[in-house]
């Protein structure tokens, strides 16, 4: 059990690798600056949780007309999806560009309504939304805690059945 928990580890980061490879890079928040240079928004990727594979791009604000929230489109037999803060650009081609999600739509919706301040206020320098991973850690920490059990039992196991052995008669 310790081998299959071991090597799951690997076996993760390298599908994790391949599926951001083959889908695209999530992203992970957008930070807006108006201080140095042209004014810019900066859509954040990462591969593994902000943790590396980090990469940004810039979107000049002029391009940009505001944020709003899109709500997730329910399917049958599948989850409920997640809420998204998207910035509606001016141009065809890419009219909204997503740069943040929740499964929280009051989160989402509060993202959004601080990108339109800053975007409203000429005053502002900057502003940055990232993802905040505790969602994940609310997935996480209950899967740990299933794994920890689960060896905690089998080495209870082990050392009862080593008894049992020791105990009988030959």
Do not use: W
């Not at 990462?46 to 979107?59: E, M, P, V, Y």
């Not at 339109?116 to 900057?126: C, I, K, L, Q, V």
């Amino acid at each position: 059990m310790i081998v299959l928990t071991v090597a799951a580890v690997p076996f993760a980061a390298a599908m994790v690798l391949a599926l951001t490879s083959i889908f695209g890079t999530p992203v992970i928040g957008v930070h807006c600056t108006r201080s140095s240079g042209p004014a810019r928004c900066e859509v954040l990727q990462s591969r593994f949780l902000g943790l590396i594979g980090n990469t940004a791009f810039a979107i000049p604000e002029a391009e940009i007309r505001g944020a709003r929230t899109l709500r997730p489109i329910p399917h049958p037999g599948r989850g409920s999806g997640e809420y998204a803060v998207s910035l509606m650009l001016k141009t065809d081609a890419y009219s909204d560009y997503l740069v943040f999600h929740t499964h929280f739509f009051e989160r989402a919706d509060a993202a959004a309504h601080r990108l339109n301040e800053y975007f409203a206020d000429p005053r502002a320098t900057s502003i940055e939304l990232r993802e905040d991973f505790s969602e994940l850690t609310l997935l996480l920490v209950p899967l740990l805690i299933v794994v920890l059990v689960a060896l905690f039992a089998q080495q209870i196991r082990r050392v009862y059945r080593s008894s049992r052995n020791a105990a009988s008669p030959p």
